[in-house]
């Protein structure tokens, strides 16, 4: 079983940065594939940003490429969303994510672990 513990969010103004945190509980964290996926109310959950064990693969919806950035240290059980240049449109419960392959994360096809959510307004 896995615990996942996001923190960060807030709200900020248009432009501005924020960086979520995701803490993971288990002794496994590099098996696993990370991801960040972001809800408003009324829609689906999206898929925002997936890392690969090792760190060494990302991908990202293209609305937040260029602006948002994940990253992890295995050796803290961690996975970051570093977002710049934040937009209205951001407004959303961020949630994290654990995956036992990197397309269950990046295609939300068999997400093992969900954190309970973060919650990210940027208003205007």
């Known amino acids: 079983q896995v615990q996942l513990v996001e923190s960060g969010g807030g709200l900020v103004q248009a432009g501005a940065s924020l960086r979520l945190s995701c803490v993971a509980s288990g002794r496994t964290f590099s098996n696993y594939a990370m991801g960040w996926f972001r809800q408003v109310p009324g829609k689906e959950r999206e898929f925002v940003a997936v890392?690969?064990?090792?760190?060494?693969?990302?991908d990202y919806v293209d609305s937040v490429k260029g602006r948002f950035t994940i990253s992890r240290d295995n050796a803290k059980n961690t996975v970051y969303l570093q977002m710049n240049s934040l937009k209205p449109e951001d407004t959303a419960v961020y949630y994290c994510?654990?995956?036992?392959?990197?397309?269950?994360?990046?295609?939300?096809?068999?997400?093992?672990?969900w954190g309970k959510g973060t919650r990210v307004t940027v208003s205007s």
């Open positions: 994510a654990a995956g036992v392959s990197y397309g269950s994360i990046r295609y939300n096809s068999g997400v093992a672990y």
């Open positions: 890392i690969s064990g090792s760190g060494r693969v990302t």
